[in-house]
């Protein structure tokens, strides 16, 4: 991708997340089978009066009634490209998934499938690169701890390449160098509305170019400041960007990838200040270390080990 360099306002708003590819996705539920949802219709219990949205004190009882969950008890979902061998795609699998194929967006929590043709919309919240450490698949698999960058740096000087070109520990596990972003992705529902959800967007191996591609379109972004004297960076969080998948291969094998494209602005966006003033809220709670980044979940699918190079 070759970025601009300087960007002026932005007249052509970006296409929107496609709906998900499942009936079950574009209801909003999990795509694998699942009871229908209630319908959304209050009760008339012993021919009472039906309650209005009024006699609902929220404001008042948020306050007095906790829920007791802590940041640790929030999972933050990330968001995977499947892959042939992703169990989400595997036919008689304990987490196959109806419909899924390899090169669909997948949803690690919600278990949502985004067509990766059609693609999907995002606004970049905050980047951060780690080295995430993890147990061999042909050893058991799993998550051993995220090192971050400084102590992971270190420890790959005391790694050995593989026959697979993997950076491997002394203790027999993968040092993996893990590019991250925090987003918010956003999802075309039913009634028409556009909701946008806090996600993980990962790289690694072979797709960790895609994210320096993308830092330099993000720093490309610039506009004159209100005196018209310099430039200013716009910030990440009121960029907009489409992601797509792409088959890609190399000697080793072949996989899907991401393809991400500059997609304007949030102010070219209908509801952008409400998305922009989220991004920001989303932002300060991570900076100030309100939102956790569970790594163990990018082990539910896409991660490096699943592409098979």
């Known amino acids: 991708m070759r970025p601009s360099t300087k960007t002026t306002k932005t007249t052509t708003p970006p296409r929107m997340a496609a709906k998900p590819t499942t009936a079950a996705a574009k209801t909003g539920t999990p ?3 699942a009871p229908a949802p209630a319908a959304n219709t209050p009760a008339k219990a012993g021919g009472g009066a039906v309650a209005k949205a009024s006699d609902f004190d929220y404001e008042t009882d948020s306050k007095r009634f906790q829920d007791n ?11 995977a490209v499947l892959q042939a061998n992703s169990p ?26 985004y067509d990766g043709e059609a693609g999907l919309t995002f606004v970049p919240v905050q980047y951060w690169r780690t080295y995430v450490e993890w147990k061999l698949r042909e050893a058991g698999g799993g998550f051993i701890a995220d090192h971050g960058l400084a102590k992971g740096e270190q420890m790959l000087g005391g790694t050995t390449k593989d026959d697979k070109g993997r950076d491997i520990l002394p203790n027999g596990n993968q040092l993996v160098n893990t590019a991250q972003y925090i987003a918010l ?42 005196d018209g004297k310099r430039e200013i960076q716009v910030p990440m969080l009121a960029q907009v960007y489409q992601a797509t998948t792409t088959a890609e291969s190399n000697d080793k094998g072949s996989w899907y990838g991401w393809d991400i494209k500059s997609a304007g602005l949030l102010e070219d966006q209908p509801d952008g200040i409400n998305v922009y003033n989220k991004a920001k809220a989303l932002r300060t709670m991570f900076d100030q270390g309100a939102v956790v980044v569970d790594q163990s979940k990018a ?3 896409g991660k490096g080990e699943d592409i098979p190079y």
């Open 185 to 226: 992705v956003a999802d075309a529902e039913e009634d028409g509305s556009v909701s946008w959800s806090p996600t993980i967007i990962s790289f690694t191996s072979t797709q960790l170019k895609k994210s320096r591609q993308m830092n330099t379109l993000i720093k490309g972004v610039v506009r004159k400041s209100s």
């Open 88 to 113: 989400q795609c595997m036919r008689g699998h304990e987490e196959h998934i109806k419909d899924a194929e390899q090169g669909m967006f997948f949803n690690t929590v919600t278990k949502r499938l």
């Open 31 to 33: 795509a694998k089978d």
């Open 69 to 79: 969950m802590g940041r640790q008890d929030l999972a933050v979902p990330f968001l």
């Open 299 to 301: 082990g539910d699918a």
